[in-house]
């Protein structure tokens, strides 16, 4: 199986295990994952859309020089409407909220990349459900105004190098990681493109989630 193949990369601590067993419980929920696409494997059957760009980007706000980019996860061709349908792979256990960006995202790129019209958008949940999970399709002009609101916030951020955490000073699980890996509390594992990565005991990071023995970043 080619998973066994990517997985040697990501063996050990690189992966944020901490120890085989733990691992083997993660690589064989995974595998489970891949069965279940394998036996259901529904929307994938028909025809798909692939956008040119490898990485999907338009223009929030060219005077700001704010742009918006993402990787959709697959997008099924609707024949009868020439439509588009959004399917974003879940591997959590829990659904997303309705306060998550990520469909509003994804629409608007799809919606500013190619021509066809997005017919509707879809979660699937890969470790409990056999087909996507649709959803209803967010405003997007409405995404638009909000998106461009978040990325002034974070260029004028970058611009004064102050990054306040909307949580304040208690943080949030995007926060205290960062702050534990400043501190020198991770211990760093090797390196993910350009970017470092590290890994956190639990103990380093118990205000963000009781369900997970190690956080890596």
């Given at each position: 199986m ?24 993660y690589?064989?929920?995974g595998k ?26 338009f ?74 999970k649709e ?47 400043a501190?020198?509390?991770g ?9 470092d990565?590290y ?6 990071i ?12």
């Amino acid at each position: 199986m080619k998973l066994d193949q990517v997985w040697e990369k990501l063996s050990g601590k690189k992966g944020g295990f901490k120890d085989l067993d733990e691992e083997h419980k993660y690589k064989e929920r995974g595998k489970a994952m891949l069965r279940r696409v394998m036996d259901h494997p529904g929307p994938l059957l028909n025809l798909a859309v692939k956008i040119k760009e490898s990485l999907p980007y338009f223009w929030l706000s060219e005077e700001e020089n704010i742009i918006l980019c993402g990787k959709i996860d697959w997008l099924e061709y609707l024949k009868e409407a020439d439509g588009i349908h959004i399917i974003d792979f879940k591997t959590s256990k829990k659904e997303e909220t309705g306060e998550s960006l990520q469909l509003p995202i994804y629409h608007l790129l799809v919606a500013r990349c190619q021509k066809r019209p997005v017919a509707k958008a879809s979660y699937w949940y890969l470790d409990f459900s056999d087909l996507p999970k649709e959803k209803d399709l967010p405003d997007v002009t409405k995404a638009e105004t909000k998106l461009l609101d978040i990325g002034r916030k974070i260029k004028l951020a970058r611009k004064l190098e102050r990054f306040e955490c909307p949580n304040g000073k208690s943080g949030c699980i995007h926060c205290l990681p960062l702050e534990s890996v400043a501190r020198g509390e991770g211990e760093k594992v090797g390196e993910m493109g350009h970017r470092d990565t590290y890994i956190l005991e639990k103990e380093s990071i118990q205000e963000i989630d009781d369900t997970e023995d190690s956080f890596i970043i």
